[in-house]
């Protein structure tokens, strides 16, 4: 992007476009591996300009897993949308799976979301972002704690089978797991 692009963009366009930056470079390196001047570079800002907008770099990482989160939320509301209990429930697991395949970034995101959980900041987002998708796939769906448990189980093992790139590539094992996945979502 210009700097003229720049310039003609709102300021809520130029925080989008810093997420977006923030999204693909976080996801890549984590928020200790990650430079804001590389995300300043890819949004096609100052540096300076990231550290007006976001404060610190860990609050632009909180705030792109916290969009990350929202975004997940989204997927399974549009695709439960007229549905409910089980029938929810599987249009749910079965857009989360689709997202995991079209949206990498976003999975590896939420990945380092995780393993940046030492700090309490970005654990405090972790924390809200799992359990607002909690609450909503609960009240959407009515089911019982343990099938909620399941579900939410299949997807951490969804997550680290899509992390680990192994469906299609062959291994056996993995074939079998996201096939189970797949079938009781």
Aim: aromatic residues 8%; proline residues 2%; neutral net charge.
């Amino acid at each position: 992007m210009s700097a003229a692009t720049a310039a003609r963009q709102s300021a809520e366009e130029r925080r989008e476009s810093i997420l977006d930056a923030a999204l693909i470079e976080f996801a890549a390196t984590g928020l200790h591996g990650t430079s804001t001047e590389h995300i300043a570079k890819r949004a096609g800002i100052s540096q300076p300009y990231v550290f007006r907008l976001f404060g610190t770099k860990k609050r632009l990482f909180a705030e792109a897993c916290g969009r990350c989160m929202r975004e997940v939320k989204d997927a399974m509301e549009a695709a439960a949308e007229g549905k409910a209990g089980e029938e929810a429930l599987h249009a749910m697991g079965a857009a989360y799976i689709d997202y995991l395949a079209t949206e990498p970034r976003r999975l590896m995101l939420q990945m380092q979301m995780y393993a940046a959980c030492a700090e309490p900041e970005i654990r405090d987002v972790a924390r809200g972002g799992y359990g607002e998708l909690v609450r909503f796939v609960e009240s959407r769906t009515g089911v019982d704690t343990a099938r909620i448990s399941r579900f939410f189980g299949k997807g951490m093992l969804t997550n680290v089978l899509a992390a680990m790139q192994v469906k299609d590539a062959g291994f056996d094992w993995a074939d079998r797991l996201v096939q189970g996945c797949r079938e009781d979502v």
